[in-house]
Nanobody
Framework: QVQLVESGGGLVQAGGSLRLSCAAS????????MGWFRQAPGKEREFVAA????????YYKDSVKGRFTISKDNAENTVALQMNSLKPDDTADYYC??????????????????WGQGTQVTVSP
């Protein structure tokens, strides 16, 4: 089992920045990639970013490219999402997720086995 705990959400004005963190514990050696997803009220959960444990390759949703940066610290078993130039459309609950399987399609939530409890991000106009 892997446990994930997010932190860093909050309220920010449009154009501002927030940094989300996710701490993994348990069988962390089994993690192959970690990702961030978000879910706004009344909408489906959507992919935001992912990072591969080995090699550090990163993947982003088109609308956040150039604004968000995902990073990892394997030694500390943490992953972070730096969010800059935030927009009201970024308002959502953000979830950290961990994969233990292989494959290269990182945008599908069904490929992630473990999830954090979520942290709320609100961007005011």
């Amino acid at each position: 089992q892997v446990q994930l705990v997010e932190s860093g959400g909050g309220l920010v004005q449009a154009g501002g920045s927030l940094r989300l963190s996710c701490a993994a514990s348990g069988r962390t050696f089994s993690i192959t990639a970690m990702g961030w997803f978000r879910q706004a009220p009344g909408k489906e959960r959507e992919f935001v970013a992912a990072i591969v444990r080995s090699g550090g390759f990163t993947y982003y949703k088109d609308s956040v490219k150039g604004r968000f940066t995902i990073s990892k610290d394997n030694a500390e078993n943490t992953v972070a999402l730096q969010m800059n130039s935030l927009k009201p459309d970024d308002t959502a609950d953000y979830y950290c997720a961990a994969r233990v399987a292989g494959g290269t399609y990182y945008a599908s939530p069904v490929t992630y086995a473990y999830w954090g409890q979520g942290t709320q991000v609100t961007v005011s106009p």
